[in-house]
């Protein structure tokens, strides 16, 4: 049997070189051996943006137009829009038996985002509990492989456990998926924040224009204790060089930039127009190819809906076992 990938975005904005090394090169390679599925997380989107739906619609087809910016190859890769699959809204309430408040309560990157979206006080039940729809997420897909960035840990964490709940409790029906993160696990953002992320404004989107690269990068976080570009300088911790770790391919230029660093013999300017020129290197195919496809708007409409289509009939086939499993298949 060809094992599956299930892996997915909140459509909350179009997205970004994190994603890139988190997760989606991930996909590109592994779409050669597993059956992928893709899901454009609305409903989750909405848990934390639920005054504003109207983001949704042009931003999912944004996070579909990236997947193939980077190489995400239509006929291997199925993209699901989550809201149009509403057998997860069926699995997500029986999930809902299966964890206490204290496993929530505990989960380390929902307690960040509570306080990181201000809901300390106001907390929506959705939000809280959407570890639990992204649990269904991944295992009404029997994925094996989540490809994801190592924020999502804990996510993957809380399915493994409802999966071993369920299958014991009622039947051998669900897989317990692994997490696979990608070449770098969290890339920081440009103001130098331990993550970049949609929602935090610290972010390099794999669509920007050269110039827009260029202001984000130039106005990046370096060494807050470095004032003159004599000043002996840090290089760990400082995202300009965490990047230039992870984008620049000429390792011999990076060394020896650290090291003029370290010693105060190069100005931030110099630092950051390098960098400039390697992301420029990483990003021309990619935006070339992002145009290529947002011309052809009725294209990429087709693929989301026949990805849909395919991942929804998955979808049905595993509730149907569920139901079984669970005794709730009624005759009448
Ligand atoms: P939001 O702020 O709306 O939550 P996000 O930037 O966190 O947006 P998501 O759609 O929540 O993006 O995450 C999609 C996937 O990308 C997840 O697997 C997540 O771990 C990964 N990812 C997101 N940001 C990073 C990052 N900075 N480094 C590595 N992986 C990341
Ligand atoms: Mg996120």
């Known amino acids: 049997m060809i094992k599956r990938i299930l892996t997915g975005d909140r459509p909350t904005s179009p997205l970004h070189l994190g994603h890139y090394v988190g997760s989606l090169q991930n996909r590109v390679r592994l779409q050669e ?4 599925y893709l899901l454009i997380a609305d409903v989750q989107a909405l848990t934390d943006n639920f005054e504003h739906p109207e983001k949704l619609e042009a931003n999912i087809f944004e996070v579909a137009l990236d997947y193939l910016a980077v190489g995400i190859d239509p006929n291997k ?3 699901v829009v989550q809201s149009m699959v509403p057998e997860l809204t069926e699995l997500t309430i029986y ?3 299966l964890v206490t408040t204290a496993t929530l309560e505990r989960n380390p990157t929902l307690k960040d985002e509570i306080k990181q979206k201000n809901f300390i006080k106001n907390l929506p039940v959705g939000f809280y509990t959407y570890p639990i729809s992204q649990a269904s997420d991944i295992t009404i897909f029997k994925a094996h492989l989540v490809p994801v960035g190592e924020d999502q840990l804990p996510m993957i964490e809380q399915a493994r456990e409802i999966v071993r ?7 051998k029906v669900l897989i317990e998926p692994k997490a696979l993160v990608g070449e770098v696990a969290r890339l920081p953002g440009t103001d130098g924040g331990a993550k970049m992320g949609k929602s935090l404004g610290n972010c390099i989107y794999l669509g920007d224009p050269p110039d827009v690269v260029r202001k984000r990068v130039m106005s990046m976080y ?5 004032v003159h570009p004599t000043d002996p300088g840090h290089v760990e911790g400082n995202p300009v060089f965490t990047y230039h770790d992870v984008f620049n391919p000429d390792k011999a230029e990076v060394e020896d930039l650290k090291e003029r660093y370290r010693k105060g013999k190069v100005g931030d300017v110099e630092v950051k127009e390098k960098l400039f020129k390697a992301l420029n290197v990483v990003l021309e195919p990619i935006r070339a190819r992002r145009e290529r496809f947002a011309s052809k708007p009725e294209r990429v409409r087709e693929i989301i809906v026949e990805g849909t289509r395919k ?3 998955v979808a049905q086939e595993t509730m149907a076992e569920v139901r079984t499993a669970m005794k709730i298949s009624y005759k009448f």
């Open 77 to 79: 890769s199925k993209f």
């Open 222 to 226: 370096t060494d807050p204790t470095r």
């Open 33 to 36: 051996e597993y059956d992928t």
């Open 165 to 171: 709940r369920f299958n014991r409790m009622y039947d």
């Open 311 to 313: 991942g929804r009939a």
């Open 95 to 97: 999930f809902m038996n």
